[in-house]
């Protein structure tokens, strides 16, 4: 239906309905990170954080709009791995925090059964489970359909179906991917055109986050240590960096940093500038700059 220009010209637009801020609910982002970088966590806590409405489910402090049902088809990892997964991060709710994310969160591993968005069963069967739904999430992008990657055609045809699906569900959805090795190896991969594959993975979406692991550099001026400000140095395997690269409905916010905690949960963690370093002079920077090399 045509919008009505008139009505549009008079009345105030309708609010903004965002997931978490920037993400806007009906549409389809993207989180893109390096393997074993700590994106199915961070997407697995995000989830949580959608699905309960106790204030203490936001461990990761993503500020989610408001709360619903969420539906998580993890195709990279078996059943076990993934109950272990979902019992370490349980163990920092309290027991109304785990009610409601039980409620409202269906976590479905599809690893083995060839599951292929792009084909009329699969495609249905997802809108059916997800009608009504606040999220949907594919984790990862690659599991779920058997098209060329590196074909801009193909991948825009991909996001094209996954618009599809959140028009007729409601629900935005999220999908994970990997970041190509190039931008691994030069330490590239919060950029947006980080992403592996066809440049359509990211441009044809809304929303693009990333998490990346701490740099040497970032290690040697950063620190989590109040009382005497040393560098993180060597423990920088321990932190990660959650930022946006991409944002068409609002405001980039600040990157935020976290911290593996046992079993491998992601937590929010303060870093400073350490003693004597000019880290701080640099963070005002931060978001302009393209490669390590520009610090």
Not at 34 to 51: D, N
Not at 63 to 69: F, N, S, Y
Not at 99 to 110: F, R, S, V, W
């Amino acid at each position: 239906m045509a919008i009505d220009i008139m009505s549009a010209f008079e009345n105030e637009p309708p609010q903004l309905d965002f997931i978490w801020p920037g993400f806007l609910a009906g549409t389809v982002g993207a989180l893109i990170a390096p393997g074993a970088t700590g994106k199915s966590y961070w997407a697995l806590e995000a989830v949580m954080s959608i699905a309960c409405s106790v204030t203490c489910g936001d461990l990761l402090k993503i500020g989610p709009g408001q709360t619903g049902r969420v539906v998580y088809l993890a195709g990279e990892d078996p059943e076990s791995v993934l109950i272990g997964r979902v019992h370490a991060i349980g163990r920092h709710f309290n027991a109304q925090a785990r009610i409601e994310i039980a409620k409202n969160l269906m976590l479905e591993p599809i690893m083995g059964r060839c599951f292929n968005v792009m084909t009329t069963k699969d495609s249905e069967w997802l809108i059916q489970l997800a009608m009504g739904a606040r999220l949907i999430v594919l984790d990862t992008l690659s599991r779920t359909h058997c098209l060329d990657e590196n074909s801009n055609g193909d991948m825009s045809r991909l996001i094209s179906i996954l618009e599809s699906i959140a028009v007729k569900t409601g629900a935005a959805v999220l999908y994970l991917h990997h970041v190509s090795k190039g931008s691994v190896r030069e330490g590239q991969a919060d950029l947006q055109q980080a992403a592996r594959g066809a440049g359509a993975l990211v441009d044809n979406v809304r929303w693009c986050g990333f998490v990346s692991r701490m740099s040497a550099s970032e290690a040697k001026e950063l620190s989590d240590r109040t009382y005497d400000r040393k560098p993180i140095g060597d423990r920088k395997g321990f932190f990660v960096r959650y930022g946006v690269s991409k944002q068409n409905y609002a405001l980039v916010e600040a990157d935020k940093w976290y911290q593996r905690g046992e079993g491998g949960v992601l937590l929010p963690v303060d870093l400073a500038a350490c003693k004597g370093g000019d880290f701080g002079n640099k963070v005002a920077a931060f978001k302009g700059r393209e490669t390590d090399e520009e610090w």
